[in-house]
């Protein structure tokens, strides 16, 4: 099974996979089903993942909806940390930027309802909001921890100055930064900065959205709104490169450890210092079923050498995950 960690400041202690529910809100993903969509958040949970992770924006409640709904049944909810999110705010299906302290209490409270608990136990600022000073969000979030109705306080693709910023307000326990084997900014700043002052840090997108599972080709196509139409890794001539670089890590990874690019790409966020939870995106319960096989990678110095030979040798040109990043209030289309 897979290890645990705890996060610092609770008496919380989560395996170090934790499951993404991003997709099962089907907005951005090209469309939700409810039954796979439960199925998948308990199959984590029965197969020993007890960190599940989700945002009101994820399908506009859509995602927290299916995770309170999955939880409900045989005392699920007990066996899991649950981590949610607040400060993006939508208009129709466009989100924007929003952590003024009424959003966050608001999100809480509605939040609080669709997961169908009593509390959240790990509340993150999903984006920085630079139309909101820092300590009145983290005010806003050290309240509601004081009233009982969080247990611990994350931030997410914040900057190692807006951490200092705001655990000056507030206590912080968890960081929630993009990182894979692909997306690697995070290793400057972020990481260095968790690793020296013990916050926990939930890093999201460890299969670079699909890409790293081993199952795509270079002609794959993406239905609706699929944010990997958008994704500019997904595009034209870097698209070869980056399922090059999955083919060739495949053949590494049965060639050293007889297993598969997903169990390397996994194994490998999990072997890099500063890393406490690898969050793992599922629509489908069968997409789960790698999770056996990842733990009994142990990589070397030179293992990590050749992974990064064989991605810095194949991806000629890089992309990191910013088309990502949601427009402030006053910058969204009217
Ligand atoms: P991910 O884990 O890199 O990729 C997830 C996608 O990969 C799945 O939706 C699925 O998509 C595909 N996949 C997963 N397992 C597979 C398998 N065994 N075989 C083939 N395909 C497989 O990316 P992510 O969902 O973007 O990130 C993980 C989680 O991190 C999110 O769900 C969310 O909780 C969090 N997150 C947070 C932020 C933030 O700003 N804080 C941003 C992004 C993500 P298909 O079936 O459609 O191919």
Redesign the pocket.
């Known amino acids: 099974m897979v290890a645990t960690t705890r996060i610092p400041g609770t008496d919380l202690q989560p395996t170090r996979i934790g499951l993404?529910?991003?997709?099962i809100g089907g907005w951005m993903?090209?469309g939700t089903d409810e039954g796979q969509s439960v199925r998948t958040v308990q199959s984590a949970v029965d197969r020993g993942i007890s960190l599940v992770?989700?945002?009101p924006v994820y399908g506009m409640g859509t995602s927290e909806r299916f995770v309170g709904e999955a939880l409900r049944e045989r005392r699920r909810r007990e066996q899991v940390v649950l981590a949610t999110?607040c400060g993006l705010n939508w208009s129709g299906t466009q989100p924007y930027r929003d952590a003024r302290p009424e959003r966050i209490r608001q999100e809480i409270d509605d939040s609080l309802q669709r997961l169908q608990t009593d509390v959240i136990d790990i509340e993150q600022v999903?984006?920085p909001d630079p139309n909101v000073p820092v300590e009145e969000t983290a005010g806003a979030l050290k309240d509601a921890l004081q009233a009982g109705k969080i247990r611990a306080i994350g931030v997410?693709?914040f900057s190692p100055e807006q951490l200092d910023r705001f655990r000056k307000e507030a206590p912080l326990s968890v960081v929630?930064p993009?990182y894979?084997l692909f997306e690697r900014g995070i290793e400057n700043d972020v990481l260095p900065y968790v690793r020296e002052q013990g916050l926990t840090t939930l890093t999201?997108?460890?299969?670079?959205?699909?890409l790293?599972?081993g199952?795509m080709t270079a002609d794959q196509t993406f239905e609706g709104d699929?944010l990997r139409n958008a994704d500019p890794k997904f595009q034209a001539a870097r698209f070869p490169q980056y399922v090059e670089a999955v083919n060739k890590l495949d053949a590494f990874a049965q060639e050293r450890f007889g297993k598969r690019a997903?169990h390397l790409a996994l194994a490998w966020v999990l072997a890099q210092p500063g890393v406490g939870v690898a969050?793992?995106?599922?629509?489908?319960p069968d997409?789960?079923?790698?999770l056996a096989d990842v733990d009994d990678i142990t990589l070397t110095q030179d293992d990590l050498s050749e992974i990064d030979r064989i991605v810095a040798d194949t991806v000629t040109d890089p992309v990191g995950p910013e088309f990502?990043a949601p427009p402030a209030r006053d910058e969204k289309a009217a």
């Open positions: 993404g529910t991003w997709a993903w090209g992770d989700t945002a999110k999903h984006w997410s693709n929630q993009p894979n999201y997108g460890a299969l670079c959205r699909g790293l599972s199952k699929d997903i969050l793992w995106g599922a629509r489908r997409q789960l079923d790698a990502m």
